[in-house]
């Protein structure tokens, strides 16, 4: 009798199990290491917002930012491990990976405006460079916009001359880091959530960001002077495991997709306004100087960073550097 009612409520166990499996919302770990109040934040909130509605809670987006859950140093690995489901790290994270030609993206003088950017990654560079990371688990659903790079230090820098012998903090691409010791600097990788206290303690003398994260991460408290120069872009993109999204029912994914359409809309069509907003907050602190270059001065840096390219070539590779010469009508070398 024992053994009956065991089996009895073993069976009863296994049929209530996919019952309430269903009824569990899937849950959706999106880490990334900036503010909420940023472009690439209200766009992971954005996120979750529109796939929790589109797919009448059955799932679950959990949002972590500002590296709460993960460094940008960790996080594509436990992206992979299946720690976490879903990321957006700057583009230049994928070298690690073996997958250099994102770094393309990175070189100076690149993208003359947003538009030229934004017409680029819908089209052939973008989907070409998405399909390099299957290979490693990982699948590209959007590229985010965060606008061109500003540069700081606690010295006014207007001539390629003034950078030299200072210490930068970059995140980690080689490109970047090419053109700051082109200029005589030495480039530093560093985790973003370091940045603050290195440039506060000196560990690092300055760095290269957009306006909305010079702003929400307070780098210009410790900074005494901001040259707007936007002499590179940065762009994120956002990416899930393979396994996990692949092995989701296709009308949630498909929901999904939605979601992320919607969401990335909207960060991308934020994503000037915020900076613009930033740097005039910036400004009305009065505890930094914003320095803007001239057309003289903009030449002098274009052609003391334009042996990047040529070094590019031997970095990222000839194949990606020609789809941007047709994609954008721009020289390489």
């Known amino acids: 009798m024992r053994k009956l009612l065991l089996a009895v409520a073993a069976t009863a166990i296994l049929v209530a199990a996919p019952a309430v499996q269903a009824q569990s919302p899937i849950i959706i770990k999106f880490s990334h290491v900036v503010a909420n109040d940023t472009p690439k934040g209200k766009g992971a909130l954005k996120f979750k917002e529109l796939a929790e509605k589109y797919t009448d809670g059955k799932v679950k987006i959990e949002v972590y930012p500002n590296s709460s859950l993960y460094k940008d140093k960790e996080e594509i690995e436990a992206l992979q491990l299946g720690s976490v489901q879903m990321l957006a790290p700057s583009t230049a994270k994928f070298a690690p990976l073996g997958i250099k030609e994102f770094e393309a993206l990175d070189l100076p003088w690149l993208f003359k405006d947003e538009e030229t950017y934004s017409n680029a990654m819908k089209g052939t560079v973008g989907k070409w460079l998405f399909q390099k990371l299957e290979a490693k688990g990982i699948t590209g659903l959007a590229y985010w916009d965060n606008g061109f790079h500003m ?57 290269e960001n957009t306006a909305s994260n010079y702003w929400t ?80 001065d903009r030449k002098a840096w274009q052609e003391a960073m334009q042996p990047t390219y040529k070094w590019a070539k031997g970095r990222v590779g000839q194949e990606v550097l020609d789809l941007l010469a047709k994609e954008l009508d721009v020289k390489m070398n």
Not at 196 to 207: E, H, K, P, R
Request: hydrophobic share 40%; charged share 25%; proline share 3%.
């Open 217 to 296: 991460q307070k780098f210009y408290e410790v900074q005494k002077d901001i040259t707007v120069s936007y002499h590179a872009h940065l762009q994120y993109a956002v990416i899930v495991n393979s396994k996990f999204w692949s092995g989701l029912p296709p009308d949630i994914r498909a929901q999904l997709d939605k979601a992320m359409a919607e969401a990335t809309e909207y960060t991308n069509s934020i994503a000037r306004q915020e900076n613009d907003e930033a740097l005039a907050e910036i400004k009305k602190t009065g505890k930094t100087t914003l320095h803007y270059l001239t057309d003289a």
């Open 151 to 207: 540069v700081s230090s606690n010295r006014s820098l207007a001539k390629p001359e003034d950078f030299k012998g200072l210490k930068f903090r970059i995140s980690g691409s080689k490109i970047a880091d090419q053109y700051f010791r082109i200029l005589g600097a030495i480039p530093q990788i560093m985790a973003f959530s370091e940045v603050y206290q290195a440039l506060q303690t000196g560990v690092v003398d300055g760095c």
